[in-house]
C-alpha cells in the first residue's frame, strides 16, 4: 500500500514494507491484551540535531501523516528539502520502520552525501517493546474489526518484510495465502493469531 502526501513542493511516500512478527501464534484475546489501545500515537526525534528548530517542528508535524510503525530518514549533507523524501508507515515494529526509511533514504541521496539517520519515528501510545505481538495501525484495526468478527477457526497472518497481512477463516494456510497475495508474492507470512 501506498499513500501520497503532498506539502508545498514536497511530497511524502508512504510505504508500507515490514515488519517483526511473533514467533507463535496468539489467540485473539492474547492479541488484543498485546496490542495498545486506540490510534493515538507519540513521535520522536532521535537524531536531528542537524536540522534547526523550524525544520525540527516541520518534522515532527509529520506525525500525524504517518500511520504507525513510521519512520522518516534524511542524510545530514542533504537536510529535510530533497525531492525524495520519503516516510515509511504502516509496518508491524519500529524496527522495520527504520530499516524501510533508511533503506530508502541511502538509495537516493547522493553518492557523496553523509550516512541517512532516522530523525523521527511513529509508533502508537502505550506500545511496549516486549510485547509477544505488535502490529501496523492498519493491521491491528483490522484484527480487532474482521478478524474478530469470523467464526473460528479462523487465522491471522502477517508479513515481516512487507507490513502486509491477511486474514481467514479456516486454518491458517487460507490466511497464509491471503497474506501472500496482498503483499504482492510475500514469501515471508507468519500465523500470528489464531483461533
Not at 508507515?89 to 539517520?117: F, M, P, T, W, Y
Not at 509508533?123 to 509477544?132: E, I, L, T, V
Request: hydrophobic letters at 45%; one cysteine or more.
Amino acid at each position: 500500500m501506498v499513500h501520497t502526501l503532498r506539502s508545498g513542493a514536497m511530497a511524502l511516500v508512504l510505504v508500507g514494507l515490514a515488519s517483526s512478527a511473533a514467533a507463535e501464534s496468539l489467540s485473539f484475546k492474547e492479541a488484543r491484551k498485546a496490542l495498545p489501545k486506540g490510534n493515538r500515537t507519540v513521535a520522536e526525534l532521535p537524531d536531528a540535531s542537524f536540522l534547526d528548530e523550524k525544520q525540527q517542528a516541520i518534522v515532527l508535524s509529520l506525525k500525524d501523516s504517518i500511520p504507525y510503525f513510521g519512520a522518516l530518514a534524511l542524510s545530514p549533507d542533504e537536510g529535510l528539502f530533497v525531492e525524495w523524501l520519503n516516510a515509511s508507515g504502516q509496518h508491524h515494529s519500529i524496527e522495520a520502520a527504520r530499516a524501510a526509511a533508511l533503506k530508502h533514504c541511502d538509495s537516493n541521496k547522493k553518492a557523496s552525501s553523509a550516512k541517512c539517520v532516522v530523525v523521527l519515528e511513529v509508533s502508537p501510545k502505550g506500545a511496549k517493546s516486549n510485547a509477544p505481538l505488535s502490529l501496523s495501525a492498519e493491521a491491528a484495526a483490522a484484527l480487532r474489526g474482521n478478524y474478530r468478527k469470523l467464526k473460528a477457526p479462523k487465522a491471522f497472518a502477517i508479513s515481516p518484510s512487507q507490513g502486509t497481512y491477511g486474514i481467514a477463516g479456516g486454518d491458517g494456510a487460507r490466511a497464509l495465502a491471503a497474506c501472500a497475495k496482498s503483499g504482492a508474492g510475500a514469501k515471508d507470512c507468519v500465523v500470528a493469531v489464531a483461533d
